[in-house]
Each structure stands twice: as C-alpha cells, then as structure tokens.
C-alpha cells in the first residue's frame, strides 16, 4: 500500500456553522492519524474558511470542481488560480455526478486535469461504472476507456501527477459497498492499464476507492494491495466516521 490517502467530498452539504465545527473536529481529531494524508473538499463558498481553519495543519483542503477555462465570460464558474489561492492541494475531477447531471465527458475532464496541475495541485481523477454497465459484463470496457481518454488527451505522465478514485456509481451513497474483492479487481485493473504505458507511474499513483466507505468496512478495503486510501461522502459529513476511517487508513498502512 502507498501513503493511504483520505478525502471527505462534503458535495453540497453544510452551513457556515455546520462547515466550521466539521473542519475543527477533523483538525483536532488528525491530530492521533500518523500516516495518513487526510483532505477535505467542502463546496467552493466554504473554501475560505477551510483556507483559514486549515492553512498549515496536518487537513489539507480540496474543492469538488474546476473551470476549464482561466478566466473570463463564463459565468458561475471557478477557476483553478482561484482554487489554488485559496490553499487548495486537492481538486476532485470527473465524479460521477458531474458527469451525470453536468454533461462532464472524458474530453472535459482531461482539460480540468490539465488546469489543475498546471496551477500546482493535484486532480482526483474519479472513474466508475454504472450497475447497469456492471450487469452488462461492461465493467472492464468502461474503466478503460476513461482511462484510456485520459492518456490520450494528456498523456501517460499526467498520471505521475494526479490521484485515481474508482467509485462504481451504483455504490455511491446507496449504502452499497463493493466488496473488498471486487474493488481490488478494478484497482489491479486500472493498475495494469496504466502499467501498459509506463510500469513506474502506474506502481505510484494512488488509486483511491469511493463508495459508501464507512468506518465499519474501511479497514477491510484498505487492506486490498490496491486500494490507496478512500474518497469518502456520506461519512465525511459525521467527524467522528471520518476520522474512524482514518484510523483505519493508517491501520492499514502499518
Ligand atoms: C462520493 O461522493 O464520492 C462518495 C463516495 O459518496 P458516498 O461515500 O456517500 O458513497
């Protein structure tokens, strides 16, 4: 296992409030994780407050969405300059929701890497099938194609410099976990295609798993030769869950 790491995705939860006493309780609460890196990403309007309670602690902060573009007539956006200016290390790109509900294809995704990394933080590159693609025996053809879109877009290097989260859309905030097995299938999966490019890359990048990771099943995921750690949702929102699944990121890695 690589350096587990552990992000909270907040996706469109919290108040000004709520947001602050989440952030305290991670930073107070990190204070016992050892080798865990832990991030995490609440909505763009809270960034602020994260770069003030988090700026130089042991939580690094991470933002759900980037712009394409650098500036200018688009608006509701946020570019990555912003992003970066406010502190952020990490920003998700391609979760399944955005590519859902936001029209976000491979081609979008490649170019909000590309923003990300050259303003000097690090994408978390999600990919994942749907059940119905999983029924379909579809599994393996639709990790490598967005993969593969990747590396075509921007090359094999760009994933010396990113961070994979595999979260299967059918087990993203359905309760439903993929088993440690089925996961470990895809991370050796998604290893191996990039292995097919540069061996080098592909035994360093972290390959996160996301989807409905809680404390109760986080230890055994972890344990998996692949799984680097966990992009979490439903329980990044309770301080207490988050920070179990930290222990066990560090559990795991010793
Ligand atoms: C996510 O939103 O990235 C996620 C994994 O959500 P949950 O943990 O709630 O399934």
């Known amino acids: 296992m690589r350096q587990p790491l552990i992000a909270g995705n907040w996706k469109l939860n919290g108040t000004k409030v709520s947001a602050k006493a989440l952030m305290t309780a991670v930073l107070e609460g990190a204070k016992e994780i ?43 956006e946020v570019s990555a300059a912003m992003l970066a200016e406010f502190g952020c290390r990490y920003v998700i790109c391609g979760h399944s929701e955005r590519r859902e509900y936001y029209g976000e294809t491979d081609a979008i995704v490649a170019r909000k890497l590309a923003v990300v990394v050259s303003n000097r933080m690090t994408p978390i590159l999600c990919v994942g099938e749907t059940l119905e693609q999983r029924e379909q025996g579809r599994m393996q053809e639709v990790i490598a194609s967005q993969i593969d879109a990747i590396i075509e877009h921007n090359g094999i290097a760009s994933f010396g410099q990113l961070e994979i989260a595999y979260e299967p859309v059918w087990a993203i905030g359905t309760g439903k976990t993929a088993s440690p097995e089925q996961a470990q ?48 949702g439903g329980a990044a929102l309770v301080a207490e869950d988050f920070l179990a699944i930290c222990r066990a990121g560090d559990a795991a890695a010793s």
């Open 34 to 76: 050892g080798k865990a890196e832990i991030a995490v990403c609440p909505p763009f309007a809270f960034l602020d407050l994260g770069e003030r309670l988090l700026s130089g602690g042991r939580v690094r902060l991470g933002a759900q969405n980037v712009c394409t573009e650098a500036g200018g007539a688009y608006t509701g």
């Open 185 to 232: 299938e895809v991370h050796d999966f998604i290893r191996h295609r990039i292995a097919g490019h540069d061996a080098t890359i592909a035994a360093k990048v972290r390959i996160l798993y996301g989807g409905s990771m809680k404390p109760g099943n986080a230890g055994e995921l972890m344990s998996q030769a692949d799984i680097d750690g966990g992009l979490i």
